[in-house]
């Protein structure tokens, strides 16, 4: 049950949280962090705290992992985990020799060129779907892909987390926001939602976005949210990652993917179709209790308060300067 974690000794402890995560200041953290209340409690401070952690950190749990297809690696140097690593790698035990040579090769590049080891949540992937991750994440750029990297390291530590624990958080609710900044002067575009109190953020400013549909990818949610709610088209290769953020309310354990978008041309063409109105407000000002007589929705709030403390590198280091303006 998920409440031994309150009750075991911090010695104990460490030993447990240290086997799902390798980075040392979250399992400390995770120690500090008790008693949980819930269960959505406990993946809600693990996942947001992964989130407060430097990039050091994040590379400090990277090492953890043995090399995707290096079976061999994955017994000898890591028997502390090779169960929880085996059942995360079983895709590649099975591959074709052809995919394993690409897979290894594809590795070494990734690890030339970034500095670290290819991470990726494997768990029901096959050698060839994770080969070609591999391949559409080697162009990134070196502050875009540690982002990618560390919400993958993210998604590994609530498996391991949930298999340890034998419980997982339902999850009740997957939103997409999408920071829409723009590039002249910094400014992010906020929706003035409806005033309506069936609504989440009744008469609130809110980031765009929504709910992500069943068999949908965030990304892809976060391109349809802004056409239905502007009826503007964004370049997906403009799209970048910030992070995923976590709460617990009425609808149970919810995670909200975070985006951000460099605003050059696109607003010409909008056509707000949702909401009383949208404006353009700094961080600063959002900061406030009340914008413009308005509340700003809290989660929403926090996540850009993080973009901007985070000095933009999720979004990638050609859009890092407009995001800490």
């Known amino acids: 049950m998920w409440n031994q974690i309150n009750s075991?000794?911090?010695?104990?402890?460490?030993?447990?949280?240290a086997r799902c995560c390798g980075a040392s200041r979250w399992?400390?953290?995770?120690?500090?962090?008790?008693?949980?209340?819930?269960?959505?409690?406990?993946?809600?401070?693990?996942?947001?705290?992964?989130?407060?952690?430097?990039?050091?950190?994040?590379?400090?749990?990277?090492?953890?992992h043995p090399k995707i297809g290096d079976v061999e690696h994955l017994r000898r140097r890591f028997a502390a985990t090779a169960d929880l690593s085996g059942f995360e790698q079983a895709g590649v035990q099975g591959a074709d020799e052809a995919v394993i040579q690409a897979l290894a090769e594809g590795n070494a590049d990734y690890e030339l060129k970034f500095g670290h080891i290819f991470i990726v949540c494997a768990t029901g992937k096959s050698a060839a779907e994770m080969l070609a991750i591999l391949q559409s994440r080697l162009?990134?750029?070196?502050?875009?892909?540690?982002?990618?990297?560390?919400?993958?390291?993210?998604?590994?530590?609530?498996?391991?987390?949930?298999?340890?624990?034998?419980?997982?958080?339902e999850v009740?609710?997957?939103?997409?926001?999408t920071a829409?900044?723009?590039?002249?002067?910094?400014?992010?575009?906020?929706?003035?939602?409806?005033?309506?109190?069936?609504?989440?953020?009744?008469?609130?400013?809110?980031?765009?976005?929504?709910?992500?549909?069943?068999?949908?990818?965030?990304?892809?949610?976060?391109?349809?949210?802004?056409a239905e709610e502007l009826t503007i088209a964004l370049d997906p290769a403009q799209l970048r990652f910030g992070r995923t953020?976590?709460?617990?309310?009425?609808?149970?354990?919810?995670?909200?993917?975070?985006?951000?978008?460099?605003?050059t041309h696109e607003m010409d063409f909008a056509i707000l179709e949702e909401g009383q109105r949208y404006d353009?407000?700094?961080?600063?000002?959002?900061?406030?209790?009340?914008?413009?007589?308005?509340?700003?929705?809290?989660?929403?709030?926090?996540?850009?308060?993080?973009?901007?403390?985070?000095?933009?590198?999720?979004?990638g280091a050609k859009e890092s300067k407009i995001l800490t303006s």
């Open 139 to 169: 162009p990134n750029n070196p502050d875009v892909e540690l982002h990618l990297a560390a919400e993958q390291q993210r998604q590994i530590t609530f498996l391991r987390l949930a298999k340890w624990l034998e419980e997982a958080p």
């Open 245 to 263: 953020h976590f709460s617990v309310g009425e609808l149970g354990f919810k995670v909200i993917w975070l985006y951000h978008y460099p605003i």
């Open 27 to 64: 399992v400390e953290g995770m120690v500090a962090a008790r008693p949980f209340i819930s269960l959505e409690n406990l993946f809600m401070r693990a996942g947001n705290l992964w989130w407060e952690l430097e990039p050091a950190d994040w590379l400090e749990a990277f090492r953890h």
């Open 180 to 226: 829409l900044q723009r590039v002249e002067d910094g400014r992010v575009a906020w929706q003035l939602r409806d005033d309506k109190p069936e609504i989440v953020w009744p008469n609130s400013w809110a980031l765009f976005g929504g709910t992500i549909e069943e068999g949908e990818e965030p990304a892809e949610a976060a391109v349809r949210e802004v």
């Open 280 to 315: 353009w407000h700094t961080v600063a000002e959002t900061a406030a209790e009340l914008v413009q007589g308005h509340p700003v929705a809290s989660h929403h709030r926090c996540l850009m308060e993080w973009l901007v403390r985070d000095g933009g590198k999720g979004a």
């Open 8 to 17: 075991l000794s911090p010695e104990k402890l460490r030993l447990h949280l």
């Open 172 to 177: 009740g609710q997957r939103v997409v926001l």
